[in-house]
């Protein structure tokens, strides 16, 4: 079964300290995976799609990466703007999506 | 552009009453349109989603029901409210390369 888990939970960075938020997947053929920021009662927001495993990309203090199991959500030298729900996706070549339950990031300052 | 429409942003409704959520699409035709739920610490639930005029697939069996009178223009409704409705509801459509872009949320209260 098709399925997408998100690590940690929650997580509480100071300003300025990077870490990394995890995707790992499990689908029977990958068409992509995408990363969506959403901030407190709004929908999300795309950030990156991602197609095959060794891709990259950034934007501004993010970057995602992909493997055949999982992707990162790399963040550097953190914001306090960049506290958000992070949730990654994949779609299976049937074009269904499979969404996690998202990774909870405070920025402290 | 393309943008998405969801209102109301809040609705907080008795149990039992009638719903109504319409979700509109702008700068595309002929969009694929879906409803999902959020709930907390559970991710996005598909509930609905259409391919066109008046072709509606429900996902999960419920109190719920969709339908699409218009080419860019989805809306979700429920003839009478339970509890267990109350939740955030988004309207997305399928970007191809974006997987989906998302309206701005209904956050729906059933007392």
């Known amino acids: 079964e098709d399925q997408v888990t998100q690590s940690p939970e929650a997580l509480r960075l100071q300003e300025g300290e990077s870490s990394s938020l995890n995707c790992s997947y499990t689908?029977?053929?990958?068409?992509?995976l995408f990363w969506y920021r959403q901030d407190p009662g709004k929908g999300p927001e795309f950030l990156f799609t991602?197609?095959?495993a060794g891709e990259e990309k950034e934007k501004e203090r993010l970057k995602a990466t992909l493997t055949k199991k999982e992707s990162f959500l790399h963040i550097t030298a953190p914001k306090p703007e960049d506290s958000a729900t992070y949730l990654c996706?994949?779609?299976?070549?049937?074009?269904?999506?499979?969404f996690g339950t998202g990774t909870s990031l405070t920025v402290i300052p | 552009s393309q943008t998405i429409h969801q209102w109301p942003a809040t609705l907080v409704q008795p149990v039992g009453s009638p719903l109504s959520l319409e979700c509109t699409v702008e700068?595309?035709?002929?969009?694929?349109l879906y409803w999902y739920r959020q709930a907390a610490g559970r991710g996005l639930q598909l509930l609905f989603y259409?391919?066109?005029?008046?072709?509606i697939s429900s996902e999960v069996p419920q109190n719920l029901s969709a339908s699409r009178p218009q080419d860019r223009q989805f809306i979700l409704s429920s003839k009478k409210l339970l509890l267990s409705d109350s939740g955030f509801y988004l309207c997305?459509?399928?970007?191809?390369?974006?997987?989906?872009?998302f309206g701005s949320g209904t956050r729906l209260t059933v007392v």
């Open positions: 997305a459509w399928s970007v191809r390369l974006h997987g989906y872009t």
């Open positions: 689908v029977s053929g990958l068409r992509g």
């Open positions: 991602l197609y095959s």
């Open positions: 996706a994949v779609q299976n070549t049937g074009n269904q999506f499979y």
């Open positions: 700068g595309t035709s002929n969009p694929n």
């Open positions: 259409s391919v066109g005029i008046g072709q």
